[in-house]
């Protein structure tokens, strides 16, 4: 099995401490802080993404930066033309492949293909996915363990839904964040012993392995991936995708190219690297060709989903013939006249901006990936929909301030409305700074200040992060 790793190489981070009062970062590389400012907020962060974007180029691949405000911490990957992506890969990036003859390493070009081709903009702050805030806050807990009943979560408040009963509580490695089996029947996190651990909704053990690398090396979290014959699961840091099978075993190590990005937007990995587009295949990536003008966005086992900007998609078998491709022309929604964007897409959804008949508010529908039919739609100022954040679970998804709901097929937007999780019928986020519920009839609810935030379900319990701690909070 190859260890991911070449002698004496050494992978770029950076560190960015946000102020208090937003006005002043300080950007640590290589053991070396600098100060920027800002007379915003925004151009705070947007100085100190710069200085990393500039450590990038120079080292002409992408670093990983943990970043920092006074109200929490996340993980982001810049690349060396300042394009930011939360670390995990999490969400399906759009990176279209030119006509043209490909560019030297380490280069990307701004597109501005004909034909409704998508274009790729390289500039600091464009295709942002960029959380800062706390998705958990801490708190104190008192007795219990795996295999006892009745442990409580004293001091904070549980989510709307849930109790502060528990059915166990595990111990995580701090700063890490669990991952949750898109079927909900299994967990998997990093434990104080940087050993991944995956768990039943007992809490029971299935399996674990000691990490290859140090847990502060990894970019985001471990993520589920789908096997033949269940769930595996992939971690990954800038230069080594890791892959162990369902049931544990020794994982699989697969080398990636400079400046390469791993998204899991969908059941597979997909990692790219410029305008090329692979999928693993054992120890290796196999390549799976980029139709002219499409851009790949994420993997389901053997094919890809490959998009363009104004509304069209494909998906692209890795083992077969280009002359089975079949293009997908999304269906207009309700009140729709033409699509504009192709915004964001799962394994089983693609979220696209409409133009309205007759003019007003645009529209941003959620369609079926296989057919293109619309399944819901909501009206939304478009200005509301740039570089938000995509959630899904159960029968409830949302779109930056769009909540879609999937079994009734209907739409709704929630003006101010930022989406962090979702967890059996309710989406939790913010409204107005505020932390808020919301359930599939959009009425608001609103949590306690200090009420810890769901990641999401293990069968029907909420999996919750407390004060080191993964607790599985009983529904109420």
Do not use: C
């Amino acid at each position: 099995m190859s260890s991911g790793r070449e002698p004496g190489r050494q992978r770029g981070s950076v560190v960015i401490v946000i102020s208090r009062d937003e006005h002043s970062a300080e950007v640590t590389i290589e053991g070396r802080t600098q100060v920027v400012t800002g007379s915003i907020p925004k151009e705070t962060r947007r100085a100190a993404l710069d200085v990393a974007t500039g450590y990038a180029a120079h080292l002409s691949r992408s670093v990983l930066v943990n970043a920092r405000d006074a109200n929490g911490s996340w993980q982001l990957i810049i690349s060396p033309t300042g394009v930011v992506r939360a670390a995990g890969g999490s969400e399906a990036e759009l990176v279209a492949r030119p006509s043209a003859k490909r560019q030297g390493k380490g280069k990307k070009v701004a597109l501005a293909l004909s034909g409704g081709a998508l274009a790729v903009v390289a500039a600091v702050g464009v295709g942002v996915v960029w959380v800062w805030g706390p998705d958990l806050i801490g708190t104190e807990v008192n007795g219990g363990s795996a295999e006892e009943s009745g442990v409580i979560l004293e001091t904070r408040a549980a989510p709307p839904g849930f109790s502060r009963e528990a059915a166990w509580r595990l111990p995580t490695r701090t700063g890490t964040r669990p991952a949750l089996a898109p079927d909900g029947s299994l967990a998997a996190f990093i434990n104080p012993n940087d050993e991944l651990v995956v768990v039943d909704p007992k809490g029971e053990q299935k399996w674990s392995a000691q990490l290859p690398l140090s847990s502060s090396d990894i970019a985001g979290a471990p993520v589920f991936v789908a096997t033949g014959d269940g769930y595996g699961v992939a971690i990954t840091d800038n230069e080594t995708l890791w892959q162990w099978p369902a049931g544990g075993g020794d994982p699989e190590a697969i080398d990636l190219p400079d400046n390469a990005r791993v998204t899991f937007a969908g059941t597979s990995p997909l990692v790219l690297e410029d305008d090329r587009a692979y999928i693993p295949d054992g120890e290796k990536l196999k390549e799976v060709k980029v139709p002219s003008g499409f851009g790949a966005m994420l993997a389901d086992t053997d094919r890809v989903l490959m998009g363009v900007r104004t509304g069209r998609w494909t998906w692209v078998d890795a083992g077969a013939a280009k002359d089975k491709e079949k293009e997908i022309v999304p269906k207009a929604p309700s009140g729709a006249d033409r699509p504009i964007e192709l915004l964001t897409a799962g394994a089983d959804y693609v979220v696209v901006l409409w133009k309205a008949d007759g003019g007003g508010d645009d529209l941003v529908a959620l369609h079926d990936a296989e057919d293109g039919s619309a399944i819901a739609a909501a009206e939304v100022d478009a200005d509301d929909v740039a570089d938000v954040r995509w959630v899904r679970g159960g029968s409830l998804a949302a779109y930056g301030p769009v909540i879609f709901d999937l079994a009734a097929g209907e739409g709704r937007t929630l003006n101010g409305f930022t989406p962090a999780s979702v967890a059996g019928d309710l989406v939790y986020g913010d409204a107005g700074g505020a932390p808020v519920a919301i359930p599939a009839d959009g009425d608001p609810i609103d949590m306690d200040r200090d009420a810890v935030r769901p990641w999401g379900l293990l069968d029907d319990r909420a999996l919750v992060i407390a004060d080191g701690d993964l607790y599985a909070l009983s529904p109420e």
